[in-house]
């Protein structure tokens, strides 16, 4: 019988215990492969949105409001290709009985923005006409050309005609779905259009300016702060960075104590053992055979851990994707993201299994490998 084989029939000899140390390296793997895929969906979600985001810069007010006139020295900066001015206010929903918060826009330029996504209708509104978010239509229950009136604070009624409601909201930074919007147009007699801006979004003909264009508005425009998606992205980074470190912490600790498991499951056997090992000797078995056989274990307990790791790893990540999709409703602005695996992250699970398993495995094989004949042969 070769050592391989010798090795193998061992490891059915103490179930118990060899099924509770591959279940300990088999935890660390699959929390392993469950976080690095679910950290490489969640990049990759984060990095397609800020494509898809369409504002290159955002500008607020340090205090106050934005001056009119900044939305020309804006235009003026080169590298920017379209200006969205803003303005916040909030009305009532008549029927329904409960505030809306309004943005009025300037059509022309959030149509070359492409922050807002019609999914019926247009974003061209005229007189007393409105665009409504997805949450919000669904709430006031309209639809396209219904009529819906709105309270201002100073108690001033206005029908406004539904033109357009947008897509539902999945951008990270959007939040647009509860929101109604106006033309800045006519919106003079809803809130006070010529006291500024609330916001001003900024598309730039490449995202490769965002940077210089937010450090030209900071430097000509007083009492702004303007912040480019690169800056915005950078924050969220950290944020997931200081996040993935404790995960990875919390990791590196479970495969420790799986590292820590399968030494002590061989060294255990190395004592259960020592008459058969020393009978192996008498029968002219050398060290080096001794230690083939006890290595060998430890990498099939790698194997077999870290195979099941694997697979419990790749459908932990579509469990936590379920969960987010359909439980934890608080949090649409990561729904629709997947876990990604990479091709790398397979050998690259088996081969930590396989190598913890073998550096708990090389002492008690070491050990094994020295024990004296006459002295195993007398162990009870």
Known sequence: MSWFKLAFRNLGRRKSRNILTIIGIMIGIAALIAIISLTLGLSAHIDNQFK????????????GRISPSSVNTIESI????????R?????TAVEKNFSVPFYTIDPNAETKIGFLKPLLGHLNMGVNQTVLGFSLAQK???????????RTPSFIEFNLTVVGILQKSQEIISFTDSFGFVNIEYAENMTNVNSGYSVILVKCWSSEFSSFVAYQIQSKIFDVSAVSQSQIKDVIDSVRGTIDFFLFIAVGLALIVGCLGTANTMAVAVLERRREIGIMKATGAKNRDIMKIFIVESILLGLLGGGLGLAIGYLAGWAVKWYVDNALWFVEFISGYAPVYEWWVWPLGLGIAIFISLIAGVYPAWRASRLKPVETLRYE
């Open 87 to 91: 303005i916040n206010f909030v009305m």
């Open 140 to 150: 006031l229950e309209v639809g396209i050309n219904d009529n819906v009136t709105f």
């Open 78 to 85: 080169p590298g920017v290709f379209a200006v969205g001015p």
């Open 52 to 63: 898809n985001l369409g504002v290159d810069v955002l500008v607020y007010p340090v205090s």
